[in-house]
C-alpha cells in the first residue's frame, strides 16, 4: 500500500496563516520603531515581539504528533522522537474500552497488541519511554481499578524489575519499567501500546479502520526469521 503521514495538526510556515502572522508582527514591530518615545523601548518591544513568536512556534511544534504508515511498518513522531512497530509484529489494533457493571465503555485510547515486545522497545529511546510512563499512569489506574487492585497500584507503577523476553534478551532500568507496564495494561485491556484518540487529525474509529486496512495489507511474519 501507498506511504502516507499524517499529523493531529499541520503548521506550515509558508501557509496563508503563518505569512498572516507574520505580516501582523511585522506591522507591531514597525508601529513600536515609529512611535516609542525612546528607542530602548523599541528595542524591548521588538524583542518581545520576536520572543512570542519563537514560543508560539515551539509550543505548535511541541503538541504535534504524526503518523506514518507504509506497506512494512507503523511509526509515531513525537516532538523528542518516536516508536516504529512492523506490521507483521502487531497482533491486534482496536479502541480502547473500560468495563463497569458488565458495560464496555469506549475510552479516547487506540490500543495495539504485540507479538513480541523487543523490537518496540528497542525502537524506543528513555526520553520517549518516561514520557509514556507519565503519560498513562491513569490509564494504568482505570486498569487496576477495574480489578479492583487500586492497592496495588503503586507497585505497579513503579514496577523496574528486569524483564526478560527471551532467554537472551532482557531489560532494565526504564526500559524494563515500561515492559512491565506494557505487561501489566495488556491484563487490563489486552493491548500493549496506546495513543491517544486527543493526538489524532480524525475519529478514532476511522483511524483504527485505516490502520487495520494496513494491517490486513501487510506481509505475514517471517517465521524463520
Not at 464496555?104 to 525502537?123: A, C, E, M, R, T
Request: hydrophobic share 40%; aromatic share 12%.
Amino acid at each position: 500500500m501507498q506511504s502516507i503521514h499524517i499529523a493531529n495538526h499541520h503548521f506550515d510556515l509558508r501557509s496563508p496563516h503563518a505569512k498572516w502572522v507574520g505580516v501582523i508582527a511585522l506591522v507591531l514591530a514597525l508601529g513600536f520603531v515609529i512611535w516609542s518615545p525612546s528607542w530602548r523601548q523599541a528595542v524591548i518591544a521588538v524583542t518581545s515581539i520576536g520572543v512570542l513568536l519563537l514560543v508560539g512556534y515551539w509550543l505548535i511544534r511541541k503538541s504535534q504528533v504524526g503518523y506514518t504508515f507504509t506497506s512494512t511498518h507503523f511509526q509515531q513522531h513525537l516532538f523528542r522522537g518516536g516508536w516504529v512497530v512492523r506490521w507483521n509484529n502487531i497482533s491486534k489494533i482496536g479502541i480502547c474500552t473500560f468495563e463497569q457493571e458488565g458495560w464496555h465503555h469506549p475510552l479516547p485510547w487506540i490500543g495495539i497488541k504485540l507479538k513480541h515486545y523487543s523490537p518496540y522497545l528497542d525502537s524506543i529511546c528513555p526520553r520517549i519511554a518516561s514520557e509514556i510512563l507519565l503519560s498513562q499512569r491513569a490509564l494504568l489506574y482505570l486498569g487496576a481499578r477495574q480489578q479492583n487492585q487500586e492497592t496495588k497500584f503503586e507497585d505497579m507503577v513503579l514496577d523496574s524489575q528486569q524483564y526478560k523476553e527471551s532467554a537472551t534478551k532482557s531489560y532494565s532500568g526504564l526500559m524494563a519499567m515500561l515492559a512491565n507496564r506494557m505487561k501489566y495494561q495488556r491484563q487490563y485491556y489486552d493491548y500493549d501500546v496506546f495513543i491517544s484518540a486527543n493526538d489524532l487529525d480524525r475519529s478514532a474509529e476511522d483511524f483504527v479502520g485505516l490502520a487495520r486496512r494496513y494491517l490486513a495489507a501487510a506481509e505475514p511474519e517471517n517465521k524463520d526469521q
